[in-house]
């Protein structure tokens, strides 16, 4: 078994991207100073310990952030991949999505764990979403974390938990969010997929009113986050995430999920 963490450091102005012009790069610390790279790099190396497993990082970030790089390797992780692509590339959910498959099958066939690590606002879900289209014939693939640093982390999570659904619908999936982002707000939570392909959020009335619209938008398009009382049973449970709960809470769902197959 291999963690994979899919590193994403791109950050565009989507009007700059719609006229056809370079997108801006930022620094990390300008997308989130409360979620620098030291705190993302902690993550993936507290997911690596837990599991007990080699760590492969993958990345589409440009040579820039070859520094990024080398701090996840020195974190502990045995491996490091950066995929060469111009900007404009980088930011094609698609052409990023067939990139991961040929690349994993290709250079690691023995990968269970695919975490994001998306630094695009609202880019882990369109990654996600053609990612389960390509890897839906892989049979290594097991389970998916989602740690998503920004405003748009909800709707990614009830995003990709409905595309986990309809392109996985045979395999167990897990979605996780960090515990910095709980932190930051309570609404945040982990959300995983029942065998019996049911996923469920808490009451939405509880988040506050942008996000409740996405993850209604969410539901309206996928119809697969339910609110906990619509459950008909299944087994289904909703994690949510508090202040003090880290990479380890996450790594033990996928460990119980990799254990009960």
Known sequence: MTVVALVDGVVAIEGDVKAGR???LYSLQKVDCDLAEDS??????????????????LSFAPAAFEKEMRSYLAAGGDRAIRVECDFGAALDPVL?????????CAQVPDWTILMMIDRTPGGAAGVLHHCMAELAGVPAFSAVVAVQPDAEGLEVVSRSAGLIRRYRCDSRAILGVSSRVAARNPSFMDVHRSRKATIEVVDASAWPARDALHARQAIAAYGAVRHPEASQGGGTTV?????????ERIAALCEAFIESA
Request: charged share 35%.
């Open 239 to 247: 994690h949510k995430l508090s202040t003090d709960e880290t990479a």
């Open 96 to 104: 990023k999505a067939k990139l991961v498959h040929e690349v994993l």
């Open 40 to 57: 993302m790099v902690e993550e993936a190396a507290r997911l690596k310990k837990h599991l007990k497993a080699p760590l492969v990082v």
């Open 22 to 24: 370079a997108p801006e």
